[in-house]
């Protein structure tokens, strides 16, 4: 895919040509090539801080103290401290492959931008095709104006340049040609407008990239809330299903920002991953700087809709939060205690339902829940782990604190945890489940440890032929057996909660 793309932007690039030099027997004017989000697919400046931020959250208050001292020396400090190894970094490769052609026809290739000089050094250890380099120093911050005048200082026969972003536009209105890479429309008009020859990168949709980013499938997860409205009998109350509603949007919403923060302090470990790296953050196609908006939009967004919902559900949602901050900090790298902290982020959703509409709590709900849950956690560690086999790795995963060798361990703890998933919903409905008549039929759950065997086992069974996608809910909501299944449930969950259809009698509570 990279090297179709490079051939599309070769052959729109490929007349942007010294024509006028060549005829007067001159040598071509140098192309100057901008860092952050042109050549690289991200934003060094943010990287960095986000490394030290992953590092250690104390580096915050060093950054607070470094920021009065300038741009420019914020750079350089933020630089020095993050170490950042920008090999890693995601490329634009068709841009690379036109800078590439460039060269080999003769043309000086420049470096120009508005990264600190270190930054920028190690840009040059990874693409030698530079000439030479211009960056920040510590005490200018080569940015907009400050670039195009010093360009135009070193270069006064003129020079072609590429950039990304409404900054540029200086350097464009001194550059001879304008080369407009993955930008926004009103950045590409404005560039336009310039009057100068324009050619153009165009980038992929970034909406459909947000999109990914969020995770909506991951919203079914939070359909837990409403299992305790119908458990309570409160299936016929409009209010309470508008309340358990409201919930549903506020985890939704926290919970995409959550998987945002996830993956921007993940971003190193994600590019280092099989399958991980094609993520929109770690790969380049969602700026950082969209991840965060996006990231403070939805917990903005799910804190206010759960203070709508209550103080019980504003205070669950909180709880979520925070478990989910520490998970991502530092929890994620202890193993099996990750799988049950995911397990409780689960189960904190059926609280979460519980206190929305107030229904009695019940402890064989909340620990099915944990078990089940961890279960499919332990599936998705396990999957990792076979992934890792697979490509003949033998050393630590990275981000996580797994190795190949205990494939086997979290094997035999998931099948265990979801077996013991179902024996506890079995001996729900044994001391629970029939005891209050708040279910019209609720016999009708008794098809419910068999549903669940089955998806488990097809879980594993898949796990064991690795033909599980990384994330088991993700698998679930696009494979059919699975699906289902997830629809018998939830018939049966109906019938149970309202009743058989007409003409097909089930003992009530009454029988029981």
């Not at 841009?95 to 190690?122: C, F, N, S």
Request: overall charge positive.
């Amino acid at each position: 895919m990279a090297m179709a793309r490079a051939r599309r932007a070769e052959t729109a690039l490929a007349d942007q040509r010294t024509h006028e030099d060549g005829a007067a027997g001159t040598r071509p004017v140098p192309l100057v090539i901008d860092l952050d989000g042109t050549l690289l697919r991200t934003d060094l400046l943010l990287e960095g801080m986000i490394a030290l931020l992953r590092r250690n959250w104390l580096a915050l208050f060093a950054m607070l103290f470094w920021l009065p001292q300038g741009r420019a020396s914020f750079k350089h400090k933020v630089a020095e401290a993050a170490g950042l190894d920008v090999a890693t970094l995601p490329v634009n490769e068709a841009l690379l492959a036109h800078i590439e052609a460039q060269k080999a026809a003769g043309r000086e290739i420049v470096l120009a931008t508005a990264a600190d000089e270190l930054m920028a050094l190690r840009a040059l250890r990874c693409f030698p095709v530079f000439d030479r380099v211009i960056a920040s120093d510590g005490v200018t911050n080569l940015k907009g104006e400050a670039k195009a005048a010093q360009l135009r200082a070193l270069y006064p026969q003129g020079f072609d340049y590429a950039g990304d972003a409404a900054n540029d536009l200086p350097v464009w209105a001194a550059a001879r040609r304008v080369i407009v890479v993955e930008a926004p429309a009103s950045v590409l008009r404005a560039a336009r407008a310039l009057g100068k020859p324009v050619e153009a990168i165009p980038a992929a949709p970034r909406a459909r990239a947000l999109l990914k980013a969020l995770r909506p499938h991951q919203w079914a997860k939070n359909a837990l809330v409403f299992l305790p409205l119908v458990l309570g009998g409160l299936a016929g109350e409009a209010k309470a299903w508008s309340v358990a509603g409201v919930a549903f949007l506020a985890l939704g919403l926290v919970a995409s920002a959550s998987y945002l923060l996830n993956d921007l302090l993940d971003l190193a470990h994600d590019r280092a991953h099989w399958s991980k790296r094609e993520r929109p953050l770690a790969s380049g196609r969602l700026p950082l700087v969209a991840g965060l908006t996006a990231m403070l939009a939805g917990l903005a967004g799910g804190l206010t809709a759960a203070a709508a919902a209550g103080p019980a559900v504003l205070g669950g949602v909180l709880a979520y939060l925070g478990l989910t901050l520490v998970y991502s900090v530092w929890l994620k790298r202890v193993p099996m205690l990750d799988a049950l902290i995911l397990g409780g982020l689960f189960t904190l959703r059926l609280a979460i339902g519980v206190a929305a509409v107030a229904v009695p709590w019940s402890p064989w709900l909340l620990t099915f829940s944990m078990f089940l849950f961890t279960s499919l956690s332990f599936a998705k560690r396990h999957t990792e782990l076979r992934g890792a086999v697979r490509r003949g790795r033998s050393g630590p995963i990275a981000g996580r604190g797994y190795q190949p060798a205990d494939e086997a361990v979290v094997l035999a703890f998931g099948i265990a945890s979801g077996l013991a998933s179902v024996l506890i919903f079995i001996l729900y409905l044994a001391n629970e489940a029939f005891r209050h008549a708040v279910l019209a039929a609720p016999l009708a759950l008794w098809s419910f440890p068999l549903i669940l065997v089955l998806f488990m086992g097809r879980v594993w069974l898949l796990a064991g032929r690795d033909a599980l996608h990384d994330d088991p809910v993700a698998f679930a909501v696009k494979d059919r057996p699975s699906l289902a299944l997830a629809a018998l449930a939830g018939f049966a969950f109906a019938v149970a909660a309202f009743g058989p259809p007409p003409g097909i009698p089930l003992p009530g509570i009454a029988q029981w």
